[in-house]
């Protein structure tokens, strides 16, 4: 069995969409997941309201691109204040059910609201005895989730058709840099619809973005989906104190210390006071600069660590300060010398030599013509 997907899951940086696809005997189902930030609507006022429109709808094509289904929603928004005095998590949260017997179809979905407009689309295929629904992921009440915010657990559902009976053993995979960082095993029995349902335990991993996969033994099939492991987390998980540390490198000593030392009930709190003054568009609920940070970090982490987390390596605090470089050249094997690697940052006029005097991998920074940049060290 193989259900072939093409799938675009985020109309914008603002907006986000899903698909959920869940096979059954006659008839297919598919639910349509829309987040919209009300920041990004524009309102106009009269009579002391803000208001606007708000459309969405859904084409259903075949395998020949015809038109078979589609429906469209128009509503009004109402809100009593500027859209800049509400909360920036503010969200319009819609879903939309498709049902229908196609075995090849894609799905068209348009947000219109007055000049604004995005799309998002999938293409579905399905064949086979076997059929995987969908990875879906929920909190204790059931309700979706994308995005892993101070949560201990969750739940991973999957809807599964199967024409025959069967005996299936999986396994429940948590990969990061395609290395198997957590794993759960189980073992389904049916016939027809069958629900797989399994409780995850998130103690013990550290932030990221994490690739979720579900391996069925016997079928050799499989399902996959990203969950980011991003935002309030790191603040009951063991991985505080370095990120705090790495903030060091960049920030005033003084806010630094501030969130280092606040309790434990307070810490999400100072974290968003530290990363409000911090943020370059402050009208959006992204703060583009604390991701960009986060992001850093734990690839740092991930790849430069050798006796020392990667963080506080050299190479580790030029990523985390500068990015990644637009050049790396690396000399792992030269005859007269240590292995060394240059970094080049065209756009920023700079250049940092890291040479690996022990040979183990843990490279030292050594004085370039950017050497000045980030010394001295702490």
Known sequence: MKLILIFLFNFSPNIYGDFYYFPKQEKDSILIHIEIPIHILIFSKYQGKYSTDLEISYVVYDDKNRETKGERFMERIEIMKPVKYLDKDSLIVRNFSIVDDLYRKKVVVNIKNLEKEW????????????????????????????????????????????????????????????????????????????????????????????????????????????????????????DFYMIVDALYYFADPRDVDSLRLAPI???????????RKRDPSPDTPQNEFEEEFLQRFYYANDNFGVYSPGYRTARGRVYILYGEPDEIERHPFEVDSYPYEIWYYYNKKLKFVFVDKKGVGEYELVPSDSYRYISPWR
């Open 119 to 238: 799309r998002m689309q999938r293409e579905f295929k399905r064949d086979g005895d076997f059929i995987l629904g969908d990875i879906v992921f929920t909190d204790d009440e059931g309700k979706l989730i994308h995005r892993v915010e101070n949560l201990k657990k969750i739940y991973l559902v999957m809807e599964i058709y199967s024409k025959k009976n069967i005996k299936e053993n999986y396994k429940i995979e948590f990969l990061k840099k395609n290395k198997i960082k957590k794993s759960f095993k189980g073992n389904l029995e049916g016939k027809g619809n069958i629900r797989l349902v399994e409780q995850l335990d998130l103690s013990n991993l550290v932030s990221g973005d994490y690739k979720i996969r579900v391996y069925f033994e016997k079928n050799k099939s499989f399902k996959e989906k990203i969950l980011p492991f991003y935002g309030i987390y790191i603040f009951t998980n063991e």
């Open 265 to 275: 009930n307070k810490r999400k709190e100072y974290w968003e006071k530290f990363w």
